[in-house]
């Protein structure tokens, strides 16, 4: 079967057996201890092969992307306008982010005994919170003084601080220099790309046997979580989406009907692909016939903005880790939400045009071990990652039109598009 083919749903499938084998062999009572040991020993196995590539794989994905941005810096106003949008607007999302999903947590919680079983499960434990962390002792390890200590540690903040003065750094190199020590990082991270996606051809056993694990421990209890998890992304990338037509007719004086109108057919190409490239070239058709936007417009912000700018990614990666966060019972310090967010600003660049599930994995991890969340549940939460994906693209691409029409607003010599009329 066709369905077969994708990864995302035999993964899917995997979790839906695991979780329902297990939970039958769990009713019948006396499940042996080395059924639960060995399963988890196999399903622990691959998460570790799948970790074992996240700092490796950061380091060199932003010494890659601090590149290319300072490229794109030199080539021109424009691209620098669009820079600046894309920086603001991410920075921007972050905060509304740890803002609304506190409040919606707090209004709407897990319930409790799901959100248990699933932690319990996954971890084999109650995962205890983590001690609070006094903002001197938070500001003094941002200065990573050992950058191979910190990478050994996991301590994510300082690695990705220091890998950033690496990069900038790496840019005020001659030419030559600078070519050589990119392309290095770039084959780098292409290399652990290629390890990841080996060890995502296991993901369907590696998922059915943490999902085994979890349904012996805790018997079908915790879907419940699994269902509020995906309501929760999906909507956070939702409701991004939505924001975008006010910004287009208060910058862009493009009315939310018209803009509505005009990037529908990319949006459904988006929803249907679940790919931001691959919706590319109706993105720029979109722009340059339903918006009035002129060729070296679209032809320079549209793929830059593929490249460089992916909106959803701090709203969708901050809303799981906050998800880990509130079904482990961890509450956050005010440090812990400023590293999570500047992690959350650094990957969502870096990771742009990696595979949905190798981008998962590496946009989410280092957020988790920044703000002290444990990783175990991501296999977990990969599995159903399927569904917000769709709702991630789509908002992308919304997103991504939306500061083109903004841009071309702004843009010297080109006509400004009129509002909507009623």
């Not at 062999?25 to 970790?51: D, K, Y």
């Not at 989406?241 to 862009?252: H, I, Q, T």
Request: aromatic residues 8%; charged residues 10%.
């Amino acid at each position: 079967m066709s369905i077969l083919k994708s990864l995302s749903a035999r993964v899917l499938i995997a979790l839906a057996l695991g979780l329902g084998i297990g939970a039958f062999l769990s009713s019948g009572g006396n499940v042996p201890g080395w059924l639960v040991s060995t399963t988890e020993a196999i399903g622990s196995l691959w998460l570790g092969f799948l970790q074992m590539t996240v700092i490796p794989l950061v380091f060199a994905l932003l010494v890659v992307g601090v590149a290319a941005v300072a490229d794109a810096m030199s080539a021109g106003r424009l691209t620098a306008k669009a820079l600046a949008w894309f920086a603001g607007l991410l920075a921007g999302v972050i905060v509304l982010t740890f803002l609304v999903y506190e409040a919606v947590l707090a209004a709407w919680p897990v319930d409790a005994e799901s959100a248990r079983l699933l932690v319990a499960g996954a971890t084999g434990a109650d995962a205890p919170p983590p001690q609070a962390i006094e903002f001197g002792v938070w500001l003094k390890s941002l200065a990573p003084s050992n950058p191979v200590a910190a990478a050994a540690g996991n301590a994510i903040l300082p690695l990705v601080i220091f890998a950033l003065f690496f990069a900038f750094a790496v840019t005020r190199l001659p030419e030559h220099q600078r070519t050589i020590l990119v392309q290095m990082f770039d084959a780098v991270a292409d290399t652990m790309i290629v390890i990841v996606k080996w060890v995502l051809l296991a993901a369907p056993l590696g998922v059915f046997a943490l999902a085994l694990t979890l349904g012996l421990r805790s018997g079908l209890g915790s879907t419940g979580a699994l269902f509020h998890y995906v309501l929760l992304v999906s909507g956070g990338c939702i409701l991004t989406a939505l924001a975008c037509y006010p910004l287009a007719a208060l910058f862009g004086r493009v009315g939310p009907l018209r803009f509505a109108r005009a990037i529908a057919p990319a949006q459904v190409v988006a929803f249907s692909t679940q790919s931001s490239i691959g919706t590319l070239p109706v993105m720029v058709e979109c722009a340059r016939k339903n918006l009035d936007v002129p060729e070296h417009v679209a032809g320079l912000v549209l793929p830059l903005a593929v490249a460089v700018f992916r909106l959803t990614s701090p709203v969708a990666n901050l809303a799981v880790v906050l998800f880990i966060c509130h079904v482990s019972g961890i509450q956050p310090t005010p440090a812990q939400f400023a590293a999570a967010g500047l992690v959350a600003f650094a990957v969502s660049i870096s990771s742009v045009g990696l595979p949905g599930q190798v981008s998962f994995f590496v946009s989410v991890a280092p957020i988790c071990l920044a703000i002290g969340a444990p990783i175990e549940l991501l296999p977990l939460l990969l599995a159903v990652e399927v569904i917000p994906d769709i709702f991630r693209t789509v908002g992308n691409v919304t997103a991504d039109l939306m500061v083109t029409t903004i841009l071309n607003r702004g843009d010297k010599g080109v006509r400004v598009i009129a509002p909507e009329t009623a």
